[in-house]
């Protein structure tokens, strides 16, 4: 696999897989190899298991767009905030997409020495949201 290729490499390589992998987060058959070498952003960011999906068909919610950090990442911690405004729009016209937008805030880089006196909660005077 690519990312192991990397990772062989040079084990703190910020590394960042993302995107719509239409797979489910309970099958993770199609995910299974980036779990063994990867971390999901979710965890990192502490998001909700009720706050994870990206996507609902016949009002069911499931979440399918997915982001896996290597270690290194997941080290230096950050936020992740998937923004439910498709997903429940009134109507199919009122979407811009049929999946929610996710953003996330990572760390590729090690942490300069103002965001470590701070504890790595702002980078460059933008302050940084922890999730709940």
């Given at each position: 696999?690519f990312?192991?290729?990397?990772?062989?490499?040079?084990?703190?390589?910020?590394?960042?897989v993302?995107?719509?992998?239409?797979?489910?987060?309970?099958?993770?058959s199609?995910?299974?190899?980036?779990?063994t070498?990867?971390?999901?952003?979710?965890?990192?960011?502490?998001?909700?298991?009720?706050?994870r999906?990206?996507?609902?068909?016949?009002?069911?919610?499931q979440?399918i767009?997915?982001?896996?950090?290597?270690?290194?990442?997941?080290?230096?911690?950050?936020?992740?905030?998937?923004v439910?405004v498709?997903?429940w729009?009134?109507?199919?016209?009122?979407?811009?997409?049929?999946?929610?937008?996710?953003?996330?805030?990572l760390?590729?880089?090690?942490?300069?020495?103002n965001?470590?006196e701070?504890?790595?909660?702002s980078?460059?005077?933008?302050?940084y949201?922890e999730?709940?």
């Open positions: 696999m990312v192991e290729s990397i990772l062989d490499l040079d084990p703190e390589a910020s590394v960042i993302a995107g719509d992998m239409n797979e489910y987060a309970a099958a993770r199609v995910l299974h190899p980036l779990s070498v990867l971390h999901d952003a979710n965890d990192v960011g502490r998001v909700p298991a009720a706050e999906y990206t996507y609902a068909y016949d009002q069911h919610a979440e767009d997915h982001i896996f950090v290597s270690s290194a990442v997941a080290a230096r911690g950050g936020g992740v905030e998937h439910h498709n997903t729009a009134r109507s199919v016209g009122e979407r811009a997409s049929d999946h929610d937008p996710t953003v996330a805030r760390w590729v880089c090690e942490a300069d020495a965001e470590q701070d504890g790595g909660k980078s460059g005077g933008i302050p949201l999730s709940s």
